[in-house]
């Protein structure tokens, strides 16, 4: 079991046998001898940016097809928060063994839980609200909330935190979200408790979003660390909705493959909770979304391209719209 630290980051180095010393040594006379490269601290960091926005885009694209072929089983889409509750639990795990012996990637510790459980409300829920807004509303509908996430953001840091962004970043948001929104958004037919569900999904998603960035700045801690405390908090909070809401399926008459599905699912639903934390932590939750909101264009783009749709030029114009407001974003 792994062990926990206290919030104290007061950690002593493991001690090195000769033999390692020998071999750091040796490893340290052949790094010497390579050509080295010159970067900027600032380039560095972007470029770690990257490589966390990538693993990200990647593991979500590929999630979604994959819970497309496990929700297509009649059992599995009758337990949608059963599943989310297996996504934090696989979380959990990967980010324990990725905090244990000696090359750990981080030090776990115990935060205390009145301090974790708001962010894990937040993320109950998010994913609540979220499902309501797409049992209640077109599809339609339902996107364009989730392009809104974006300006919600900004407008909730304004409201509680007095935070303000450039003009720059204002409009490249805004462009990219009408370009996301003339592909996306097909249908806005909609009733007014659909439109409330939308709003308070919207708005809590926002904060999920903010809160995981100002926790870890409050708390001192890294993004994982918040995690490992957070995934097992938010998979006890789900139990009791989970219970109201799920049919508990017989896993003996699902496929063995569509089980395979469903246990690759959490490994890759623990790379996107890690790396949307990393990108939080590392940047914003304004990123984030710009992030997710190209994330969400590719993947329509991919659906579309494997169903053999042919791309008109309201989409082509949306898409350059998107693209280009986010790399005008990354460079203001």
């Known amino acids: 079991m792994t062990s926990f630290s206290t919030l104290s980051n007061d950690v002593e180095p493991p001690s090195m046998e000769s033999k390692d010393e020998e071999t ?6 052949y790094e010497d001898r390579l050509p080295r490269w010159r970067t900027s601290s600032q380039q560095r960091s972007r470029f770690i940016d990257a490589l966390w ?10 999630i979604v097809f994959m819970n497309k072929f496990v929700f297509a089983d009649p059992q599995l889409r ?24 000696s090359r750990r990637l981080f030090t776990p510790i115990r935060l205390p839980t009145l301090q974790v459980l708001p962010l894990s409300a937040f993320f109950a829920g998010f994913l609540l609200l979220n499902n309501l807004s797409l049992a209640t509303n077109p599809v339609g509908v339902y996107q364009l909330a989730k392009i809104l996430t974006a300006p ?6 304004f409201i509680l935190f007095r ?3 450039e003009r720059n970043k204002i409009l490249a948001v805004l462009i990219t979200c009408t370009g996301v929104g003339i592909v996306s958004v097909d249908a806005l037919r909609t ?6 569900i939308a709003g308070a999904a919207v708005t809590i998603t926002a904060c999920y979003q903010i809160w995981i960035g100002k926790k870890i700045v409050d708390l001192g801690v890294e993004a994982p660390q918040l995690l490992l405390n957070q995934s097992a908090t938010a998979v006890c909070l789900l139990i009791p909705i989970s219970l109201c809401i799920d049919t508990f399926p017989d896993f003996s008459i699902i496929p063995a493959n569509t089980l395979r599905f469903l246990f690759a699912g959490g490994i890759v639903a623990s790379f996107i909770n890690l790396s949307q934390f990393m990108i939080i932590g ?3 939750a304004l990123t984030f979304n710009i992030v997710s909101n190209i994330k969400m264009l590719s993947i329509l783009s991919l659906g579309w391209y494997s169903e053999g749709r042919i ?5 082509v114009v949306g898409i350059l719209l998107a693209f280009s407001g986010a790399w005008w974003y990354t460079k203001s």
């Open 191 to 196: 009733n007014v408790i659909g439109t409330a």
């Open 311 to 315: 791309f008109t030029l309201v989409d």
């Open 152 to 157: 919600a953001v900004v407008w909730i840091n």
């Open 78 to 101: 009758k337990a949608q928060i059963m599943i989310s509750m297996w996504h934090f639990a696989a979380t959990f795990i990967v980010l324990c063994a990725a905090s244990r012996g």
């Open 53 to 62: 926005v990538g693993l990200n885009a990647s593991a979500t694209i590929a």
């Open 282 to 284: 590392r940047t914003s």
């Open 24 to 29: 750091a040594l040796d490893s340290a006379l």
């Open 163 to 165: 935070k303000t962004i």
